[in-house]
């Protein structure tokens, strides 16, 4: 799995993602870069990954570290560093920005204090987590909602960060009541206006630990279930033969192809073949 966009393609290209609605993060995906940099550092966590090409690094301790194919860096904020293809060469790469206060309130919601500055950087060239990243880096660059977009850093960094470390229990717990109870709160509220931070303060857990837990006693993250909750009742309005555009507002969804596309992929038909009663 890659995020270049045209690995083929030899002229050199690059994007920038930013939304206005998470303000914490950014990305950059860039493909055929010759560019060389000096060693410099970031007020933000940031995690790199290796597309295409090889580059050297220098941060992760003494000397340099040469990167291939595949390779995921995992730079602390103000740690110094450099990442430069070999000498005469291309690569391809994705890098990712995380604001460090917002990532230290993530910690401290976990039981964990902020992660010291300057500590040395990480590499890994295990091939899920490469893939894992290069999909949430995907997932940014797409169309999704911006919860989708926050609950998927959450759990990334969470399981990349915040589970390594022997304070954080593997499974948080959460027990069958205060999941009944959750569950309950759900469903008296318009799942629409709902979101995990709501979510976790009603469970009186972090965002990170609700994730979990949650997956783990439903088999659905947060924020799947209460896309579910949303095509759910989406279903009953169709059924009552309201026009697709009214339930597609209804529910929250930026437009009428959002919806569409949403509900075919639980539902296995389109809004209208379901509201017609074409289900096979």
């Keep these: 799995m890659t995020a270049c966009f045209d690995l083929a393609r030899p002229a050199a290209s690059s994007a920038l993602w930013r939304d206005p609605a998470l303000p914490w993060v950014e990305s950059r995906r860039a493909c055929h870069s010759r560019a060389c940099y000096k060693a410099h550092s970031h007020p933000t966590f940031s995690i790199g990954a290796v ?3 090889y580059s050297l690094f220098t941060g992760a301790g003494t000397g340099q570290t040469r990167l291939t194919p595949g ?3 995992l730079v602390p904020a103000q740690r110094v560093h450099a990442c430069n293809p070999d000498p005469g060469q291309a690569w391809s790469y994705q890098m990712l920005h995380i604001d460090a206060d917002w990532l230290g309130q993530m910690r401290l919601e976990s039981g964990l204090s902020a992660a010291e500055p300057d500590a040395p950087a990480r590499v890994s060239q295990e091939p899920a987590l490469y893939q894992q990243f290069s999909a949430l880096n995907a997932l940014l660059f797409s169309t999704a909602s911006c919860a989708e977009k926050e609950a998927a850093l959450v759990t990334f960094l969470g399981d990349h960060d915040f589970c390594t470390h022997p304070a954080i229990p593997c499974a948080p717990v959460l027990g069958r ?6 569950i309950r709160y759900i469903d008296a509220h318009d799942p629409a206006t709902l979101d995990l931070n709501t979510l976790a303060r009603q469970a009186g857990l972090g965002r ?8 783990s006693a439903t088999g659905l993250t947060p924020h799947a279930y209460l896309v579910n909750a949303r095509v759910n009742h989406g279903r009953r309005l169709l059924r ?7 339930v597609a507002y209804q529910l929250g969804f930026a437009d009428q192809s959002h919806f569409q596309r949403v509900f ?3 539902v ?6 379901y509201r017609q009663g074409a289900l096979q």
């Excluded at 296995?268 to 073949?273: H, L, S």
């Design 51 to 53: 597309d295409a090409g």
């Design 71 to 73: 390779t995921v860096v």
């Design 177 to 182: 009541s205060a999941l009944n109870d959750l």
């Design 208 to 215: 990170y630990a609700l994730i979990r837990a949650f997956r």
């Design 240 to 246: 009552s033969g309201q026009p697709l555009a009214e």
């Design 264 to 266: 075919k992929a639980h």
């Design 268 to 273: 296995g038909v389109t809004p209208g073949q």
